[in-house]
């Protein structure tokens, strides 16, 4: 009897846990997060919108700290600490995924589109895309 009843809460158990991704509620993406490139970021809300703002650059691009990518050129010397490279991601309550975000790349000076498909407890999973291109990719929160 002892037997089966610890069978049934671990069961319940696994099942709370399992169902942890899908309980993602809006604010839960706010944080802090290492990208793959180096970069660290912090995003945070505006409005029922998300925006993320790069926060250090941990010797990325061989040490360079300037936005020389930048399509527009009068915006190559900015200084990439503090630049929002993330924004307008809105959470669908009903996918319960952050969505039509966009993300721009200073190492490629280019624009992506972005979605963020889970959070778990140290790390988020977020797809980028342009056109019909797209990657997963996972950040490290920190």
Request: aromatic fraction near 14%.
């Amino acid at each position: 009897m002892i037997k089966y009843k610890q069978k049934i809460i671990i069961t319940t158990l696994s099942l709370f846990v399992s169902l942890g991704v899908f309980a993602q509620k809006a604010d839960d993406i706010i944080g802090k997060y290492h990208l793959p490139n180096k970069l660290d970021i912090e995003i945070y809300k505006i409005a029922n919108s998300y925006f993320g703002k790069v926060i250090a650059l941990n010797n990325w691009g061989n040490g360079q700290t300037k936005d020389y990518k930048n399509p527009d050129i009068s915006k190559r010397n900015e200084p990439l600490i503090g630049k929002v490279i993330i924004k307008n991601l809105k959470f669908d309550a009903n996918k319960k995924e952050w969505i039509n975000g966009e993300m721009y790349g200073p190492e490629k000076g280019m624009f992506f589109n972005l979605k963020v498909t889970k959070i778990y407890e140290n790390k988020i999973e977020v797809i980028g895309s342009k056109f019909f291109l797209w990657k997963t990719l996972i950040w490290g929160k920190i």
